[in-house]
């Protein structure tokens, strides 16, 4: 059974820090990218960062969220983690792990929601000010 499940969420003052953890089971971690992505209340899921397949030496972020986050992934634990410094209210929202199979078009893609096939339920991070 695949399954993706965030932890490590929850509520903290702006500035503060947080790690997101995903652990992932069910299916061949090491052959899929990963990706975090987030919802906001009353906006649409929008793209976080994300890390390439094997060795994750492909990395990408959202220009919001540059300089702050840090997505990387243990896949020997079969883990990709989402250090967050920095945050502030608008980093308010439920934050989604993904993975997606590997293949070239995940490059140019990687910010899209279909490039991944896999999803877990989500982490509830609150910034207050």
């Known amino acids: 059974q695949v399954q993706l499940v965030e932890s490590g969420g929850g509520l903290v003052q702006a500035g503060a820090s947080l790690r997101l953890s995903c652990a992932a089971s069910g299916f061949s971690f090491g052959a899929y990218a990963a990706g975090w992505f987030r919802q906001a209340p009353g906006k649409e899921r929008e793209f976080v960062a994300a890390i390439s397949w094997g060795n994750g030496e492909s990395l990408y972020y959202a220009d919001l969220v540059k300089g702050r986050f840090t997505i990387s992934r243990d896949n020997s634990k079969m883990t990709v983690l989402l250090q967050m410094n920095s945050l502030n209210v608008e980093d308010t929202a439920v934050y989604y792990c993904?993975?997606?199979?590997?293949?070239?078009?995940?490059?140019?893609?990687?910010?899209?929601?279909?490039?991944?096939?896999?999803w877990g339920q989500g982490t509830q991070v609150t910034v207050s000010s």
């Open positions: 993904a993975a997606g199979r590997a293949s070239a078009l995940w490059y140019r893609n990687y910010g899209r929601e279909s490039s991944y096939d896999f």
